[in-house]
């Protein structure tokens, strides 16, 4: 019984391993960079496009919609980051109808990675937008004395991404698994579909928590009256 | 294969713990998610222009309710998959 695709080594030479992870890793940016950029090369603005520019269009005004809703001014500054979390856990969760695939989010290394990748992300985009000692200010807020447990929430909120992404997958490949040995005829595709529902709410939300905690960073303090008043505004306006 | 005292003993604590962590585990989130919905829905029912944004509250939510299920879950697999111990006491 596997725990992680991690475990299934394609290749090996001494040291290094080429497992299934980093197989399907691989294969994933493969197909979604040149799928890209076979969309991409013949752009039109005109009322007569493709299909699946619509779709990438689509995609990616949805993305910037909800990074804006949450708080962040410019979305378009952090679409790279937040709506490439968002992509890429999302497509690693929904191919599992493929058979043969194991979704690598299911392995605690692509999520601890990814996690990784959102906890170096919030303070560099703190720094960037409110400047080194503002941005280490914000640690003592709202006392000095909460200082640690400032950080140790950030520590830990880094490692609840990585456990829940990883989880909430995990459980879902081997419950089928579980299934195929036990009733193997209509039970695991019900569970499949159930898995992928889950992983398209966890891709969902990681990039939600992602953009919320770097909202939380970029936030300046001063500026919270200037955005009650705009809201009012635009309540009187409706 | 006779198993002696130690091995049978790590056997036995890893799988009552493991059936006991998950079962006490879940009863907690899955009261908390009840509410949680339960709230949501009669706030959509009084509100249903804000749905958007109780929704997408309402899965935030659920995620960080649910993540404390998955770690009794992670727990409960590591005893039973990836034990240390049982895999110490049989070499």
């Known amino acids: 019984m596997r725990l992680s695709p991690d475990e299934l080594v394609f290749w090996q030479y001494g040291f290094i391993k080429l ?7 691989w294969g994933l940016m493969l197909v979604m960079v040149v799928g890209s950029k076979i969309i991409t090369s013949k752009l039109s603005t005109g009322l007569e496009r493709s299909r699946w520019q619509s779709i990438l269009e689509i995609i990616v005004t949805s993305i910037l919609e909800q990074i804006e809703d949450i708080g962040l001014d410019q979305p378009k500054k952090y679409l790279g980051f937040l709506g490439t979390l968002f992509l890429f856990i999302g497509m690693a969760n929904l191919c599992i109808i493929i058979p043969g695939y194991e979704p690598p989010t299911g392995s605690l290394s692509t999520t601890a990675a990814l996690a990784l990748c959102v906890f170096v992300a919030v303070p560099l985009f703190g720094i960037e937008e409110q400047g080194v000692g503002n941005y280490l200010k914000t640690y003592t807020e709202p006392t000095i004395i909460m200082l640690p447990f400032n950080i140790i929430s950030e520590l830990s909120r880094t490692l609840a991404l990585a456990i829940r992404l990883f989880g909430n997958i995990m459980s879902g490949s081997m419950i089928v698994a579980i299934l195929l040995t036990i009733t193997p005829f209509i039970f695991p595709i019900v569970m499949t579909v159930l898995g992928l529902l889950v992983g398209t709410v966890q891709a969902y939300i990681f990039s939600v928590l992602a953009t919320v905690y770097i909202a939380a960073a970029t936030r300046e303090h001063k500026h919270r009256p200037k955005q009650e008043q705009k809201k009012a505004d635009q309540g009187v306006g409706e | 294969m006779a198993l002696d005292t130690y091995t049978t003993t790590i056997a ?11 079962a006490i585990g879940v009863i907690a989130p899955a009261i908390g998610e009840g509410r949680s919905i339960a709230t949501a829905l009669s706030s959509m029912a009084q509100q249903p222009d804000a749905s958007a944004t109780i929704t997408r509250t309402l899965f935030v939510g659920l995620a960080m309710i649910e993540s404390l299920a998955i770690y009794c879950f992670v727990v409960s697999m590591i005893l039973i998959f990836a034990n240390p111990f049982w895999n110490r006491a049989l070499t």
């Open chain 1, 19 to 25: 497992n299934a992870t980093i197989v399907y890793t």
């Open chain 2, 12 to 22: 036995v604590a890893s799988i009552a713990t493991s059936g006991i962590t998950i």
